[in-house]
């Protein structure tokens, strides 16, 4: 089943391999940016190369507060190039703008990612399972025991 593309952005490099990165419709937090590999024009050459999170390429410490997307990708790959294959062009045509607008602005629990509450004063409980594996220890004294008879034959 394939969803439609939202927004797509196309980095030609100078050896002609071509990386591009999509927002699809159906778009989760950790999958949000579909990233393929392209070698040549026709399209059976593109192939899945990986998926990325939202705040792929983002400042970790402070990532809520920056705003993602393939334009920020974009000025991110123009400048750290490699002097062995430069990128040659970019590229970002938008399918559906009012989709990618709201897409890219949209809270995380929204997409997927799961919301945490904190209430304070409270301590968390664990409960613990059975899982029903017997285990059987021998008494530290007796191993203790055993261990100075030996030494003294």
Known sequence: MSSNVIARLTVTRQ???????EIHEDATFHHFYKVFQQNG??????ALVRTASRNEGLNPVNAHLQTPGLEFMAVRLMHLQAESNPVVSTRIRYF????????????????GLTKVNVL???????????IGIA?????VESL??????????
Do not use: E, V
């Not at 024009?41 to 593109?46: L, P, Q, V, Y």
């Not at 285990?135 to 008494?139: E, G, N, Q, Y």
């Open 120 to 130: 304070f004063g409270t301590q968390p409980t664990y409960t613990f399972q059975p």
């Open 135 to 139: 285990l059987s220890f021998k008494p």
């Open 144 to 153: 203790n025991h055993h261990k100075l008879h030996a030494g003294s034959r």
């Open 41 to 46: 024009s026709k399209r059976s050459t593109k």
């Open 96 to 111: 559906s703008k009012r989709a990618y607008r709201k897409m890219i602005t949209c809270a995380p629990d929204q997409l």
């Open 15 to 21: 050896n002609g391999i071509r990386s591009i990165f």
